[in-house]
């Protein structure tokens, strides 16, 4: 069945640095990607839409400059937590539906737990 | 708005049926689905449905009547492995999910 692969599935940063998260797709072509962030005890919070080949759009509330999507392959998006900050802690989880499949499901990325100190 | 409610925490006991529930107002719908989560894991795909019926899956089962904007995840002969949090989420006309909060399934011995 499809899969969606999304490594690392942790990382400790400092501070004021950069981290990079990768979603793949590894068995269909994803012309569209998303991405959520759930805090401890919360449910899903939808960030932003990769698009491959355009802007990605962002839900309100999310800063653009801060979590930058890339969505250069229909096999791959990432997203950049820039200048993080300790209130970024969170699992970050990355999702894409088959376009193959009508009404396909979500199918999830193993999330990436981001501690940052 | 769009809105989908389902209840915040239940318990139930190994080896029973638990039935949880699922309501929802929306802009449109394409379909329902259940969602298993379980703590500091990604969700799990359940069960998918767009017609009003039951569907059944092993020991999961999911209903849905769509005039009454109604679901519910069936789950027969608990483990305890079922502990988890349950996600309802709704396909709109614009084919965007939205998101219950998700219901935690306690299981006790």
């Known amino acids: 069945g499809a899969v969606v692969s999304q490594h690392p599935s942790r990382v400790i940063c400092k501070s004021g640095t950069s981290v990079k998260i990768e979603c793949r797709s590894l068995?269909?072509?994803?012309?569209?990607m998303f991405w959520y962030r759930q805090f401890p005890k919360q449910s899903l919070m939808l960030m932003a839409t990769?698009?491959?080949?355009?802007?990605?759009?962002?839900e309100q509330g999310v800063e653009k400059d801060k979590f930058l999507i890339n969505h250069a392959s229909l096999t791959l998006s990432t997203l950049t937590v820039t200048s993080a900050h300790p209130e970024d802690s969170s699992f970050y989880i990355c999702?894409?539906?088959?376009?193959?499949?009508?009404?396909?499901?979500?199918?999830f990325g193993n999330g990436t737990r981001l501690t940052v100190t | 708005g769009q809105n989908i409610d389902q209840p915040t925490e239940m318990t139930a006991t190994e080896g029973a049926i638990v039935q949880i529930n699922c309501t929802y107002q929306t802009s449109g719908f394409n379909g329902l689905f259940w969602y298993q989560q379980h703590a500091g894991e990604a969700p799990t795909f359940l069960s998918y449905n767009v017609l009003d019926g039951l569907e059944e899956k092993g020991r999961f089962s999911s209903f849905l009547s769509r005039s009454k904007g109604y679901s519910y995840l069936l789950l027969k002969e608990l483990q305890m492995k079922d502990s988890a949090s349950y996600l309802c989420?709704?396909?709109?006309?614009?084919?965007?999910?939205?998101w219950g909060a998700g219901t935690k399934l306690i299981i006790k011995p």
């Open positions: 989420a709704v396909m709109d006309s614009n084919y965007q999910l939205i």
């Open positions: 068995d269909f072509q994803a012309t569209t």
């Open positions: 990769s698009n491959e080949g355009s802007k990605a759009t962002y």
């Open positions: 999702s894409a539906r088959d376009p193959r499949q009508d009404n396909s499901p979500l199918h």
